[in-house]
C-alpha cells in the first residue's frame, strides 16, 4: 500500500469520503490549506523533538481484509526513535501473543500514528508503511525489545487539541524494561487460562 495523489484533485491526504463531507459542511477550502501549509512528507526538528519527548503513542494498523485496528504502545521517553527525516523506529516489547499489530504490519504495511502529548494537548499524526526490522544490533539499542517496528514516513500533520482532555502523569508503568532490573510478571500471567500456555523461557514460568 502506498500513499498516492487522489488523482481527481491533486490531494493526497483526502479521498472521496473525507471530499463528501467537506464539501456537506463547507471545510474544503479549510482542509486544502491544512494540507498545503501544515502537512509535510519529512520529519522537521521539530517534530523529532516532540516524538521523542514522549512515553506513547497509538498504533493503527489493518489486516489483508480491511479491518483496522488500534493498540496503545508505551514505553520509557525517547523509545520511539527519529532515526532520520523520514523514518522512525520503536520496540515491540513482551504483550499477549496476538501479534494483532505486528502481524497487520507483516501483511499490510499501512500504519497510522497518533502521539499525543496529555499534559499540553499537543497531537501529531504520521501515516507511514511499517515492517519489522530483525537487525539484531537496533533491536539490542533497546533494553527487552523482542522485535523493532521501522516506519517509513509518508506524511505527517498536526491535529487540533481543543478536544483533548489534559492528564498529570501518576507514575510510570513498571512492566517498562529497564536496564539491570526484571519487570514484575503481570497477574494475568498468573491466571488459570493462561498460565499453562505461556512461551518457553518467558519469566512467569518461575513464578509458579
Not at 479549510?30 to 501549509?37: G, Q, Y
Not at 504502545?73 to 494483532?100: C, E, H, I, Q, W
Not at 504490519?105 to 499540553?120: Q, R, S, Y
Request: aromatic content about 8%; glycine content about 8%; some cysteine.
Amino acid at each position: 500500500m502506498t500513499d498516492q495523489r487522489d488523482e481527481s484533485d491533486g490531494s493526497r491526504l483526502y479521498g472521496e469520503g473525507s471530499r463528501a463531507l467537506q464539501d456537506r459542511f463547507d471545510t474544503r477550502r479549510l482542509a486544502d490549506r491544512i494540507e498545503d501549509r501544515l502537512a509535510h512528507d519529512r520529519l522537521s526538528h521539530e517534530d523529532r523533538r516532540f516524538v521523542e519527548s514522549l512515553d506513547m503513542l497509538f498504533l493503527a494498523t489493518v489486516d489483508r481484509s480491511g479491518q483496522p485496528t488500534c493498540s496503545y504502545k508505551g514505553g520509557d521517553p525517547g523509545f520511539v526513535r527519529v532515526l532520520d527525516d523520514s523514518t522512525l523506529a520503536f520496540p515491540s516489547y513482551d504483550g499477549n501473543g496476538m501479534f494483532l499489530s505486528l502481524g497487520n504490519v507483516a501483511d499490510t504495511a499501512a500504519v497510522g500514528l497518533l502521539f499525543v502529548d496529555l499534559t499540553t494537548g499537543r497531537r501529531l499524526r504520521i501515516h507511514g508503511l511499517a515492517s519489522i526490522d530483525d537487525d539484531e544490533t537496533l533491536r539490542a539499542s533497546w533494553v527487552g525489545a523482542q522485535l523493532v517496528v521501522r516506519v517509513s514516513v509518508t506524511r505527517v500533520f498536526p491535529n487540533c487539541p481543543r478536544y483533548v482532555h489534559l492528564h498529570e502523569r501518576a507514575e510510570r508503568s513498571p512492566y517498562v524494561p529497564a536496564s539491570g532490573t526484571e519487570p514484575p510478571v503481570p497477574e494475568w500471567k498468573k491466571s488459570a487460562w493462561a498460565c499453562d500456555v505461556l512461551p518457553e523461557g518467558d519469566p512467569a514460568r518461575r513464578a509458579r
